[in-house]
């Protein structure tokens, strides 16, 4: 189990380029999530799948973000069009069972749109 | 809609210092509470939790009682020390969806 992984870790795009980052979960973890935190705010829901299915979007995902997950397996969080107030640190979490299990977060992907 | 409303940061401590971070929330139903913890360049830990009124989580010497008639989720530790230096922060479960709500945090710095 070496944990929730997420890449890249950091990533500097320029206004208007297209983004996109991995996670891998924990391998037996059915559920994944992702979360946006912004600096000195909570982290904020963005989407949930369970397998591959997307099960719940959140208002803040735009028309311009995009998530997969296609095997069940890693996820994909794209963003097109970047703009500065995208800037944010993405954060990926899994789990077995449920927010009521706990969740496992990644270390997060910091995204600077400049 | 839900929500969480932690005490503002930062908040600085002497080591051996009695820590209450405060937590009060809004929710329709009956949802679960959460403290999680994020050291220095990690990712959120999950600290403690509660599923239903009266139940009180601990770990590593933190506690918080989940009381339904004042809304809140205090966190709470008899001693800290330099290692638990991070930002605390409080959820609830949203009900009937799979989403978790934070609070916005609190930075705690515990100095020798």
């Known amino acids: 189990d070496t944990g929730v992984s997420q890449n890249p870790r950091h990533k500097i795009t320029k206004r208007g380029q297209n983004v996109t980052f991995r996670c891998d979960p924990i391998s037996e973890h059915n559920r994944l999530y992702w979360y946006r935190q912004t600096l000195g705010q909570g982290p904020e829901f963005l989407t949930y799948?369970?397998?591959?299915?997307?099960?719940?979007k959140s208002r803040l995902l735009s028309d311009r973000f995009s998530a997969e997950r296609p095997k069940g397996s890693f996820s994909t969080l794209e963003i097109q069009r970047t703009e500065q107030g995208d800037s944010a640190m993405y954060l990926c979490?899994?789990?077995?069972?449920?927010?009521?299990?706990?969740?496992?977060f990644g270390s997060g992907t910091r995204l600077t749109v400049v | 809609g839900n929500s969480v409303t932690q005490m503002e940061g930062p908040v600085t401590l002497s080591e051996e210092a009695f820590l209450t971070i405060n937590c009060t929330y809004t929710?329709?139903?009956?949802?679960?509470l959460f403290w999680y913890v994020q050291y220095p360049g990690e990712g959120l830990q999950l600290l403690l939790k509660?599923?239903?009124?009266?139940d009180k989580g601990s770990n590593k010497g933190f506690e918080a009682t989940y009381r339904k008639e004042t809304t809140s989720f205090h966190l709470e530790k008899g001693s800290v020390q330099v290692s638990d230096s991070a930002v605390y922060f409080c959820a609830l479960s949203d009900q009937g969806a799979q989403k978790l709500v934070f609070g916005q945090g609190t930075r705690l710095t515990i100095n020798p």
């Open positions: 509660a599923t239903k009124a009266d």
């Open positions: 979490a899994s789990s077995a069972g449920g927010f009521n299990y706990g969740y496992t």
């Open positions: 929710a329709t139903g009956y949802p679960s």
């Open positions: 799948f369970q397998n591959e299915a997307q099960l719940e």
